[in-house]
């Protein structure tokens, strides 16, 4: 099991992000939370399997199809067993 922090920048906000996003992880079995930040970047923590997390950064480097993504930061994070994956306010 692994936790990712990873902060999302390029057009992420009024697209249908945030809502692909929890799809995608929903799919995979990722659980954890999803956000808007105030700077117009897309912020969010997700925890599974490495190879599970792998595919899944792969998806938010294009995110859904009216979005542009610029730059994923990534910081491994420590586990901390969330449950569902959820859009955060």
């Not at 906000?13 to 939370?33: H, K």
């Not at 700077?39 to 899944?56: C, H, N, P, R, W």
Request: charged content about 25%; proline content about 2%.
């Amino acid at each position: 099991m692994k936790h990712i922090n990873v902060t999302v920048t390029g057009r992420v906000q009024g697209v249908y992000f945030r809502a692909a996003t929890q799809e995608t992880a929903e799919f995979l079995g990722i659980t954890g939370f999803v956000k808007n930040q105030t700077d117009g970047s897309v912020y969010l923590e997700a925890e599974g399997k490495e190879e599970t997390l792998k595919e899944f950064c792969q998806w938010l480097n294009s995110g859904p199809p009216a979005a542009r993504v610029d730059k994923l930061d990534i910081l491994v994070g420590e586990v901390q067993h969330l449950k569902d994956f959820i859009i955060s306010r």
